[in-house]
T-cell receptor, first 113, second 112 residues
Framework: DAGITQSPRHKVTETGTPVTLRCHQT?????MYWYRQDPGHGLRLIHY???????DKGEVSDGYSVSRSKTEDFLLTLESATSSQTSVYFC????????????FGQGTRLTVV | AQSVTQPDIHITVSEGASLELRCNYS??????LFWYVQSPGQGLQLLLK??????LVQGIKGFEAEFKRSQSSFNLRKPSVHWSDAAEYFC??????????FGAGTRLTVKP
C-alpha cells in the first residue's frame, strides 16, 4: 500500500461542468502522476508533478489542468467536461527520484453524460 | 516514436497450463521495463521489473519475464496458471524519469 487515496471513487457529471479529482498521499513523495485508462489504450499520462507548484504536461493533457499546492495533494481539473473525458483516472506516485516503478491508487471512474 | 505493443488483446488458458504474454517496445537504448496486473475495479499492482543485469527476472505470484534485446521484447511467463491469475496485464516501459508508456493490455481468462 503506497498510501494513495483518490476521491471521489465514482462520479457522474454533465457535459460542460467543471470537475476536480483529488489524489492524496501520506508518504511525502515528490513525484505524482495522473493517468487515464481507456479500453484499447492502456494507461496514458495526463500530467505529472515533481514538487509543490511544479507540474508538466503528459501525453494527453488537452482539456485538463492540475495543481499541487501541498506535497500530499495533486488535483486534476476538467474545466468543462466532455463525453470524451469519460474514463477511469488513476493517480500514481514514485517513491524515489530516479528510474523506478510507479505505485497506483484505486482509480476514479468518471462518466460525463 | 516510443511505443509499447501487446499483440494479444485477450488470452484464454486452462488452469494448470503455462502462460506467456507478449510485449514489444520501441526504443533505441536499454529501457526500464515493467509488468503490472490489474484485477477488476482495482488499481495496478507491480508484478516485476527489469532495469539491468540478468535478463530473466522473477516477480511475485510465480511470474517471470525475460528481456530480449535483439527482439525488443519483454514477455511474461508463468509455468502453471491459477484461477486467481485471471486479470488484465499491462506491460510498461519507462523512457525517462517521468514518461512511462503502457501497452493496451492483455486480458487473461482462466478456464477451470
Amino acid at each position: 500500500d503506497a498510501g494513495i487515496t483518490q476521491s471521489p471513487r465514482h462520479k457522474v457529471t454533465e457535459t460542460g461542468t467543471p470537475v476536480t479529482l483529488r489524489c492524496h498521499q501520506t508518504e511525502n513523495h515528490r513525484y505524482m502522476y495522473w493517468y487515464r485508462q481507456d479500453p484499447g489504450h492502456g494507461l496514458r499520462l495526463i500530467h505529472y508533478s515533481y514538487g509543490v507548484k511544479d507540474t508538466d504536461k503528459g501525453e494527453v493533457s488537452d482539456g485538463y489542468s492540475v495543481s499541487r499546492s501541498k506535497t500530499e495533494d495533486f488535483l486534476l481539473t476538467l474545466e468543462s467536461a466532455t463525453s470524451s473525458q469519460t474514463s477511469v483516472y488513476f493517480c500514481a506516485i514514485k517513491r524515489v527520484d530516479s528510474y523506478t516503478e510507479a505505485f497506483f491508487g484505486q482509480g476514479t471512474r468518471l462518466t460525463v453524460v | 516514436a516510443q511505443s509499447v505493443t501487446q499483440p494479444d488483446i485477450h488470452i484464454t488458458v486452462s488452469e494448470g497450463a503455462s502462460l506467456e504474454l507478449r510485449c514489444n517496445y520501441s526504443y533505441g537504448a536499454t529501457p526500464y521495463l515493467f509488468w503490472y496486473v490489474q484485477s477488476p475495479g482495482q488499481g495496478l499492482q507491480l508484478l516485476l521489473k527489469y532495469f539491468s543485469g540478468d535478463t530473466l527476472v522473477q516477480g511475485i505470484k510465480g511470474f517471470e519475464a525475460e528481456f530480449k534485446r535483439s527482439q525488443s521484447s519483454f514477455n511474461l511467463r508463468k509455468p502453471s496458471v491459477h484461477w486467481s491469475d485471471a486479470a488484465e496485464y499491462f506491460c510498461a516501459v519507462l523512457y525517462n524519469n517521468n514518461d512511462m508508456r503502457f501497452g493496451a493490455g492483455t486480458r487473461l481468462t482462466v478456464k477451470p
